[in-house]
């Protein structure tokens, strides 16, 4: 039957160009991010009302035997969302296959993935909103009956097969929610949204990375980086290795609160944890747009950076540290991004040149 070239047709590209990554191989990965994931809910820091509902809906799946709801978890990059799934298929005790809505382009890759899904399995896409349309309606029955619907050959021979497939974990990670579209959504049974982290959380973050990677920090050296970490662990454990190089070539190797400021004003991060980018574009938007409201794209192009980026990096934050403003009109600053960036508020207004700086 045709089907079966089909099938050879998505092994051959398995082998040719395998979107998935498998979680052992994760394992031993020496990846910097990779090898200081906590692989349990007691390691994994923040979250912790998450945590708590996971932990219950995870023990229910295991007293019914069946796998967990599909999951979608939401918010801005950094916060732990693949992280999290990992320690979802370790508590479960099954398997995480990993990919993302980027490479799963032709309806093959999708098809391939879910066919190799065994029971129980964890099915792990990351930037979901991303997923094509034909993609998504190959999930729809994936998702909702563990059905696969294909369809082989052309025009008038074309056939349609519906093949069963295992019970798998569909977990979706994606920066923009509002991009899902509806029926996608609906089909997620539990969907949670990641917060920022707390300072202490990310200072706690910050000793565990330390202790894994031989840092020697102290207390007050791991909440100077904590507070300039925008609420973000992936960027505290960033930030935790620049600041290390530092300790080691210019101090006695050791992180105190001293050298963690020292290094990261020489690094550019300020004490709200913006960097040169951020500071370029809240700057370009009261220097050369009085303040905005003025378009992303406009933004993008004057300071050489791609929209996607802008809005998917850079805009989480500043929106929640109330340093920007989005309005139907465009992006804006607030009177404290003046504050911050240490113009002298004469007056803010509508009105051009009523500021300067310091
Ligand atoms: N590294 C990155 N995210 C983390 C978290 N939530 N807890 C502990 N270590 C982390």
């Known amino acids: 039957m045709s089907i079966i070239a089909d099938d050879n047709d998505f092994k051959r590209e398995k082998t040719e160009r395998n979107p998935v990554i498998k979680a052992e191989k994760i394992e031993f990965d020496k990846n910097f991010e990779n090898c200081i994931r906590p692989k349990s809910f007691d390691t994994y820091i923040g979250q912790s009302a998450l945590k708590e509902t996971l932990k219950i809906s995870i023990e229910a799946a295991k007293k019914r035997e069946l796998p967990l709801d599909h999951l979608l978890f939401y918010g801005p990059p950094g916060l732990g969302k693949t992280t999290l799934a990992g320690v979802i298929a370790e508590q479960m005790g ?29 099915l792990f896409i990351d930037e979901i909103h991303r997923l094509n349309k034909v993609a998504e309606e190959i999930l729809y029955p994936a998702m909702e009956d563990f059905i696969l619907d294909m369809t082989t050959g052309k025009s008038q021979t074309v056939k349609t097969m519906r093949i069963p497939l295992p019970k798998f974990t569909l977990i979706g990670a994606t920066t923009k929610a509002g991009e899902l579209s509806g029926p996608l959504r609906d089909r997620f049974g539990i969907i949670h949204r990641l917060e920022f982290y707390t300072e202490e959380e990310l200072s706690q973050v910050i000793k565990r990375t330390a202790g894994i990677l031989n840092i020697d ?62 500071r370029t574009l809240l700057k370009l938007i009261i220097e050369k747009y009085d303040g905005g409201p003025v378009g992303i794209e406009t933004i993008a192009a004057a300071i050489g950076e791609d929209v996607r980026t802008i809005e998917d990096v850079c ?42 700086k310091h």
């Open 94 to 122: 099954v398997e995480i296959k990993i990919t993302s809505a980027p490479a799963l382009e032709r309806p093959r890759d999708i098809i391939g993935i879910l066919m190799s899904l065994k029971g129980g399995e964890i």
């Open 217 to 278: 920090i102290d207390d007050k050296g791991a909440h100077a980086i904590a507070r300039r970490s925008r609420g973000t662990p992936r960027i505290a454990n960033r930030l935790v290795k620049r600041v290390s190089d530092f300790a080691l070539v210019k101090h006695d190797g050791k992180i105190t609160e001293d050298v963690a400021n020292q290094s990261l004003d020489i690094l550019k991060i300020d004490e709200f944890g913006l960097d040169t980018t951020d």
């Open 315 to 356: 805009e989480p934050f500043l929106l929640q540290a109330g340093l920007l403003q989005r309005t139907p009109r465009g992006r804006k600053v607030s009177p404290e991004t003046y504050r911050h960036l240490g113009y002298k508020n004469i007056q803010i207004t509508e009105q051009k040149g009523l500021f300067e």
